[in-house]
């Protein structure tokens, strides 16, 4: 959007200083160069073919007067595509061509130069603010990836987290178990022995009844563990 604003401002004041002038086909081929120059600058996309457009706008002058009033448009481009040194040579081809060939009013050789130092002006504050924004791209950019890669750390740990507490989980698991199946195995199985040498020893009921009950219920618990 900046290098439209930009070209229209240009070309609205480039149409200013041409206002003294009687409206005729000339003029409206002027202007028409002038659209074709901003609109292929910023659709074309091959450098060489930029350049071509603006030597050919750049030559028209010799055969339409009115399109070096324009002149700030194609120093814009040339400057922007190019470089500044190039605009200011055209913008010095300019002059003496003003001189030479269009009016020599200094008022409007004064407009001529003031749309030629509008021109760089604008194109280095575009510039500026170009190179601004694709380094905050850059930086925001930058950010999200930085935030992508932290998240997907923070997510690999909770997961490692995961994996150690259930590993732990199941090692302390293990480990009751081992307990139970050592000390209170080992408990019952003594148990349901002495329950037997008991039941041997006494025979007589109910007691014998009794024992095999109590003997009955630790082999189950036996089971159990």
């Known amino acids: ?79 922007k595509e190019i470089n500044w040194q190039m605009g200011l040579a055209i913008s010095m081809a300019g002059v003496i061509l003003l001189g030479k060939y269009g009016d020599m009013h200094i008022e409007i050789m004064a407009k001529y130069v003031v749309g030629c130092l509008l021109a760089a002006i604008l194109e280095r504050k575009t510039y500026k603010y170009d190179k601004m924004d694709i380094e905050l791209r850059k930086t925001v950019d930058s950010g999200e990836e930085k935030a992508l890669l932290l998240s997907e750390k923070n997510k690999a740990l909770a997961e490692k987290q995961n994996s150690e507490i259930y590993a732990a989980t199941l090692r302390e698991r293990n480990r009751i178990a081992r307990e139970i199946h050592d000390h209170v195995g080992h408990m019952l199985t003594r148990s349901i022995l002495q329950m037997g040498a008991l039941q041997t020893v006494y025979q007589q009921e109910p007691l014998h009844s009794q024992l095999s009950e109590v003997n009955l219920t630790l082999n189950h618990a036996m089971n159990s563990i």
């Open 1 to 79: 959007m900046g290098y439209f604003q930009d070209m229209g401002l240009l070309f609205i004041y480039s149409l200013i200083v041409l206002l003294w002038k009687e409206p005729d086909r000339t003029l409206i081929f002027a202007i028409l160069w002038a659209v074709i120059l901003i609109c292929g600058i910023y659709f074309i996309h091959g450098k060489s073919t930029k350049v071509l457009v603006c030597t050919v706008f750049a030559l028209m002058v010799l055969v339409v007067p009115e399109i070096e009033m324009f002149y700030p448009i194609l120093i814009y481009a040339l400057i």
